[in-house]
């Protein structure tokens, strides 16, 4: 079975930068799209930003758009989440997720095309 592990998670500031990490060594990470998502306490799960399997093409969600840069590291099996001017509205538990995608360029917004999860790491942003 596939592992998913986020890392890189933490209590910050607001206007502070977080870097979070997704790693999936026992993956077809090459053929993977990969998309975060986050949840706050009584919320639905939102998307976050997403990357093609190529590492080609990202998408980002309206409220983190200029502040959040998504990467993919193919031969380290790693996307990167740049996070930067942080604020207390982007307190969430962080989860990353894996799709293999016969196109090399889409991204997914849609939660329900991953099928692969990660355990989320906590992002916390005091202000």
């Known amino acids: 079975q596939v592992q998913v592990v986020e890392s890189g998670g933490g209590l910050v500031q607001a206007g502070d930068s977080l870097r979070l990490s997704c790693v999936a060594p026992?993956?077809?990470?090459?053929?993977?799209?990969v998309g975060w998502f986050r949840q706050a306490p009584g919320k639905e799960r939102e998307f976050v930003s997403a990357?093609?399997?190529?590492?080609?093409?990202?998408v980002y969600a309206d409220s983190v758009k200029g502040r959040f840069t998504i990467s993919k590291d193919n031969d380290k099996k790693t996307v990167y989440l740049q996070m930067n001017s942080l604020k207390p509205e982007d307190t969430a538990r962080y989860y990353c997720?894996?799709?293999?995608?016969?196109?090399?360029?889409?991204?997914?917004?849609?939660?329900?095309?991953?099928?692969?999860w990660g355990q989320g790491t906590q992002v916390t942003v005091s202000s």
């Open positions: 997720a894996l799709f293999l995608s016969f196109y090399v360029g889409l991204t997914y917004r849609n939660p329900d095309d991953y099928d692969t």
């Open positions: 026992g993956s077809n990470f090459g053929a993977s799209a």
């Open positions: 990357v093609s399997r190529n590492g080609g093409n990202t």
